[in-house]
T-cell receptor, first 117, second 114 residues
Framework: AQTVTQSQPEMSVQEAETVTLSCTYD???????LFWYKQPPSRQMILVIR??????QNATENRFSVNFQKAAKSFSLKISDSQLGDAAMYFC??????????????FGQGTELSVKP | NAGVTQTPKFRVLKTGQSMTLLCAQD?????MYWYRQDPGMGLRLIHY???????AKGEVPDGYNVSRLKKQNFLLGLESAAPSQTSVYFC?????????????FGSGTQLSVL
């Protein structure tokens, strides 16, 4: 079974600085997708970024980028120029292709990010 | 755009009581999911459905039942609530197409079982 591990329960960053959130996963499959979701205090789940395993190029979305190391099964999220609005719980998630078992997401434990002004 | 709507948003139950959480989506998605969120444990899948009339167990199905009689609705039932079921419950949906389709989430239901 696939597992996702976020070993940092809490992280803190100074406004305008850069922070990296760690995520590792375990799988025997070669085809899968990885995601980072943000959950602010409103409880809304917001997709931050996604990565397809067969793509070697790391995904980027504005200030958010990932470091995808397939062999090491690592998928870290880098937030550049951190803003107060980035403060939230961040979840790393793994997903098999949607045609396989309903494409369910497997989540990590979450990392609570605080941003200091 | 309604997206995924969960009702109710908050509920307090006594041990042994039953209730049903309703999830409705208006995006014609084939896949629907029920997750529970607990501190330090992330979101864990309870049950999911790949289409109308079909359901399957997820990671933590015990104590819950589900039904998907209509494509747009996915119901989660607790027959005899226990304090261990105190949690925040999220419904989500997605398209069936192959690819990194994102899940659309509801706003969650805070359930307390006393």
């Amino acid at each position: 079974a696939q597992t996702v591990t976020q070993s940092q329960p809490e992280m803190s960053v100074q406004e305008a600085e850069t922070v990296t959130l760690s995520c590792t996963y375990d799988t025997s499959e070669s085809d899968y997708y990885l995601f980072w979701y943000k959950q602010p205090p409103s409880r809304q789940m917001i997709l931050v970024i996604r990565q397809e395993a067969y793509k070697q190029q790391n995904a980027t979305e504005n200030r958010f980028s990932v470091n995808f190391q397939k062999a090491a099964k690592s998928f870290s999220l880098k937030i550049s120029d951190s803003q107060l609005g980035d403060a939230a719980m961040y979840f790393c998630a793994y997903r098999r292709p949607t045609y396989n078992q309903g494409g369910k997401l497997i989540f990590g434990q979450g990392t609570e990010l605080s941003v200091k002004p | 755009n309604a997206g995924v709507t969960q009702t109710p948003k908050f509920r307090v139950l006594k041990t042994g009581q039953s209730m049903t959480l309703l999830c409705a989506q208006d995006m014609n998605h084939e896949y629907m999911y029920w997750y529970r969120q607990d501190p330090g444990m992330g979101l864990r899948l309870i049950h999911y459905s790949v289409g109308e009339g079909t359901t399957a167990k997820g990671e933590v199905p015990d104590g819950y039942n589900v039904s998907r009689l209509k494509k747009q609705n996915f119901l989660l039932g607790l027959e005899s609530a226990a304090p261990s079921q105190t949690s925040v419950y999220f419904c989500a949906s997605s398209r069936r197409d192959r690819g990194p389709e994102k899940l659309f989430f509801g706003s969650g239901t805070q359930l307390s079982v006393l």
